[in-house]
């Protein structure tokens, strides 16, 4: 069974910092990994989609990375801005569900 | 090209009443899958829909829940005799092919059901 860990479960930071999200996995034989966005009170927003083949993808400002071999994955968010406060979700793809990690909820401070 | 749609956005019901969550996937989408966070939880998967059949429905509790995807129309989340423990909000996701290496989900707005 699938689980997915992800640390810290809340950070803070001041506006313009560089910072890292990071997501643990125990089953490797994925078919793909994506980062979300959850807002409050609102639905959920695809950031980065890294199929398992791959090791990284980037759009603007966020640089998502994969290591099968280790079971793990990082959300880098560069330049950070106080529009990007949300809960970062890393969800697990495999045969026919997604899975899953209780997030990381992301403040940054103006 | 509208995404998935979701409603109602909001849901009170009193215990013991019947909830019926509705989602109309993206057009052109098949396959459905429900997801439910509960407070202070992840998402977690429920069930995985194509038109008219129940593919996995391996995260959907064994009583009081049922779901269906009719060929015509959305696909519905059926919650029977609610209890408080229902509370929570339930995202309904659509994918064109089903396939899980090329295939993306694509999400919901969610309905947040309270039940008094």
């Known amino acids: 069974k699938q689980e997915v860990t992800q640390i810290p479960a809340a950070l803070s930071v001041p506006e313009g910092e560089n910072l890292v999200l990071n997501c643990s996995f125990t089953?490797?034989?994925?078919?793909?990994l994506q980062w979300f966005r959850q807002d409050p009170g609102k639905g959920l927003t695809s950031l980065l989609l890294?199929?398992?083949?791959?090791r990284e993808q980037t759009s603007g400002r966020l640089n998502a990375s994969l290591d099968k071999s280790s079971g793990r994955s990082t959300l880098y968010i560069a330049a950070s801005q106080p529009g990007d406060s949300a809960t970062y979700l890393c969800?697990?793809?495999?045969?026919?569900?997604?899975?899953f990690g209780s997030g990381t909820q992301l403040t940054v401070l103006p | 090209n509208a995404g998935v749609m979701q409603n109602p956005r909001h849901l009170v019901r009193r215990r013991g009443q019947e909830a019926r969550l509705r989602c109309s996937p993206m057009?052109?989408?098949?396959?459905v899958y429900w997801y439910r966070q509960l407070p202070e939880e992840g998402l977690k998967f429920m069930v995985y829909?194509?038109?008219?059949?129940?593919?996995?429905e391996s995260g959907m509790p064994k009583e009081r829940f049922s779901a269906e995807f009719p060929k015509e129309g959305p696909s519905i989340l059926r919650i029977q005799q609610v209890v408080r423990g229902d509370s929570a909000a339930y995202f309904c996701a659509s994918s064109p092919l089903g396939q899980g290496d090329t295939d993306t989900q694509y999400f919901g707005p969610g309905t947040r059901l309270t039940v008094l």
């Open positions: 890294i199929q398992s083949s791959q």
């Open positions: 829909l194509q038109k008219e059949n129940i593919i996995d």
């Open positions: 089953d490797s034989a994925i078919y793909n």
């Open positions: 969800v697990l793809g495999s045969a026919r569900q997604l899975t």
């Open positions: 057009k052109g989408h098949s396959h």
